[in-house]
Nanobody, 120 residues
Framework: QVQVMESGGGLVQAGGSLRLACQAS????????MGWYRRLPGKQRDVVAT???????NYQDSVKGRFTISRDNAKNTVYLQMNSLKPEDTGVYYC??????????????WGQGTQVTVSS
């Protein structure tokens, strides 16, 4: 019932920028916390950035000052602006959405992931 569409991944040279978007949809009571995780080659999935419904943000130390997470509550969309990209940022980026369903309690939904590749 909850669906997530990720977009914006691709190939970019080191120092370049990409903007990821994740639009959530579905008949739910609310969309609350949203965020981005990533799986780097040979590593476990790690959180990149999160944002609450009232705008509080948290970032992984390695992306502070380079990435910015934001959201448009009217569109149920979360963004990740990635600047000064490094080859070490290469990986699969996943959008995660938390919220409340109508009649079924809370939910957590993960996107399919979008590939980000940063070349040297």
């Amino acid at each position: 019932q909850v669906q997530v569409m990720e977009s914006g991944g691709g190939l970019v040279q080191a120092g370049g920028s990409l903007r990821l978007a994740c639009q959530a949809s579905g008949t739910v009571f609310s969309f609350d916390a949203m965020g981005w995780y990533r799986r780097l080659p040979g590593k476990q999935r790690d959180v990149v950035a999160t944002i609450t419904s009232d705008g509080n943000t948290n970032y992984q130390d390695s992306v502070k000052g380079r990435f910015t997470i934001s959201r448009d509550n009217a569109k149920n969309t979360v963004y990740l602006q990635m600047n000064s990209l490094k080859p070490e940022d290469t990986g699969v980026y996943y959008c995660v959405v938390q919220g409340e369903t109508i009649g079924f309690g809370p939910f957590e939904h993960w996107g399919q992931g979008t590939q980000v590749t940063v070349s040297s």
